[in-house]
């Protein structure tokens, strides 16, 4: 059974750096796509962006180079760092797994996976 | 980016009997491979979400066969044919047509 747990402080200080790790067990990380997504009262779920199976790369244009996703194939765990943080970034942030399907011969990769999330409060 | 519409927000429901769930988006979500990129999810009370429909009418492995998922361009719909206790949750659709991909506000699904 494939599980994620995302672990990191819940409390960060305006203007500081948000630091979170998910580690995955029941499947390697070197095998499929990775995201962060997060949930405020104000904005719903946003996906953050994903980090792949080789550690390339995809953000959401919205963190506006805020945002920084890494493998640590080591330890079966990936990173999320944002920088600069608000109040406006207080939220539950979760990892993911994308799982690949097909239409066709091509393939399509939604999240199936989700960790439990961790709530992070932005505040001095 | 797609912004994604459901209705309702919430929706008391009577075991047994049918549901049904509306998304749009502001921008067609039909892939040039000729399937359309929506997802719905549902997160129930204290879990996280899990994966229901894949491709707009794809039911995810392990997924009841009474949730399916149909539409197409711009408008989809989740129906569920005889709600169980154990459906209650928030369900919420997503677009992966294009970055960034986004989500749905979520209806609420209650037992009336």
């Known amino acids: 059974q494939v599980q994620l747990q995302e672990s990191g402080p819940g409390l960060v200080k305006p203007s500081e750096t948000l630091s979170l790790t998910c580690t995955v067990s029941g499947d390697s990380i070197t095998t499929s796509y990775w995201s962060w997504i997060r949930k405020s009262p104000g904005k719903g779920l946003e996906w953050l962006g994903h980090?792949?199976?080789?550690?390339?790369?995809s953000y959401n244009p919205s963190f506006k180079g805020r945002v920084t996703m890494a493998l640590d194939t080591s330890k079966n765990q990936f990173s999320l760092k944002l920088t600069s943080v608000t109040a406006a970034d207080t939220a539950i942030y979760h990892c993911?797994?994308?799982?690949?399907?097909?239409?066709?011969?091509?393939?399509?990769?939604?999240?199936?996976?989700w960790g439990q999330g961790t709530l992070v409060t932005v505040s001095s | 980016d797609i912004v994604m519409t459901q209705s309702p927000l919430s929706l008391p429901v009577t075991p047994g009997e049918p549901a049904s769930i509306s998304c749009r988006s502001s921008q067609s979500l039909l892939h040039t491979s000729g399937c359309h990129y929506l997802n719905w999810y549902l997160q129930k009370p204290g879990q996280s979400p899990q994966l229901l429909i894949y491709?707009?009418?794809n039911r995810a492995p392990g997924v009841p066969d009474r949730f399916s998922g149909s539409g197409s361009g711009t408008d989809f719909t989740l129906k569920i044919s005889r709600v169980e206790a154990e459906d209650v949750g928030v369900y919420y659709c997503?677009?992966?047509?294009?970055?960034?991909?986004?989500f749905g506000q979520g209806t609420k699904v209650e037992i009336k």
């Open positions: 980090v792949s199976y080789s550690g390339g790369t």
């Open positions: 993911a797994r994308h799982v690949r399907f097909y239409c066709g011969s091509v393939g399509y990769y939604p999240l199936d996976y």
């Open positions: 491709l707009a009418s």
């Open positions: 997503m677009q992966a047509q294009q970055t960034p991909w986004t």
